[in-house]
T-cell receptor, first 114, second 114 residues
Framework: DVKVTQSSRYLVKRTGEKVFLECVQDMDHENMFWYRQDPGLGLRLIYF???????EKGDIPEGYSVSREKKERFSLILESASTNQTSMYLC?????????????FGQGTRLTVV | QQQVKQSPQSLIVQKGGIPIINCAYENTAFDYFPWYQQFPGKGPALLIA?????SEKKEGRFTISFNKSAKQFSLHIMDSQPGDSATYFCAASKAGGGADGLTFGKGTHLIIQP
């Protein structure tokens, strides 16, 4: 089974802190994604990566950055956390190739910024 | 601009009933349409997916109906059970393989009453 592991289930951070959310996958998938989930808004794509050291902006990249130094690990960085970044963050992976494939999600990190 | 519109936002159905969740999309470049199921405290998991070359797909009690000309697709759950209570997301993805992120609807919170 594909395993997508997010380093924390719950995080509480202070406004202005630099926050790192880590995601590790064990299925050798090329593509990794960060979404945030908010009630009534569904899942919105923040950033994605299709290869090591490559990154692409999603629909809501403002206030975030990412890092992918190794194929299995994709990190989301909040440079200066703000209260409007309080949310559920979900990491996902998809295999490469020309056909669309299933996305596998981690269990999520619920971040609260106070 | 919301590219995938999902309705209803919430739905309550008696056990054994057939909940129907509808989605509409705008981008004709989409060619992969999955449904994800999410239980509280878990990440979304793929339930069933369809490509636009077929009008219907069944997997167990779950059926996707797809209308390419109307740019709509729907999820039907036959003989619904309390264990089907969850949040359901429709999604869409463009051709080009797994490198592209999924665009999600806002979700439907489904409750199946015993």
């Amino acid at each position: 089974d594909v395993k997508v592991t997010q380093s924390s289930r719950y995080l509480v951070k202070r406004t202005g802190e630099k926050v790192f959310l880590e995601c590790v996958q064990d299925m050798d998938h090329e593509n990794m994604f960060w979404y945030r989930q908010d009630p009534g808004l569904g899942l919105r794509l923040i950033y994605f990566s299709y290869d090591v050291k490559m990154k692409e902006k999603g629909d809501i990249p403002e206030g975030y950055s990412v890092s992918r130094e190794k194929k299995e690990r994709f990190s989301l960085i909040l440079e200066s956390a703000s209260t409007n970044q309080t949310s559920m963050y979900l990491c996902a992976t998809r295999s490469g190739g020309v056909m669309n494939t299933e996305a596998f999600f981690g269990q999520g990190t619920r971040l609260t910024v106070v | 601009q919301q590219q995938v519109k999902q309705s209803p936002q919430s739905l309550i159905v008696q056990k054994g009933g057939i909940p129907i969740i509808n989605c509409a999309y705008e981008n004709t470049a989409f060619d992969y349409f999955p449904w994800y199921q999410q239980f509280p405290g878990k990440g979304p998991a793929l339930l069933i997916a369809i490509r636009p070359d077929v009008s219907e797909k069944k997997e167990g009690r779950f059926t996707i109906s797809f209308n390419k000309s109307a740019k709509q697709f729907s999820l039907h759950i036959m003989d619904s059970q309390p264990g089907d209570s969850a949040t359901y997301f429709c999604a869409a993805s463009k051709a080009g393989g797994g490198a592209d992120g999924l665009t999600f609807g806002k979700g439907t919170h489904l409750i199946i009453q015993p």
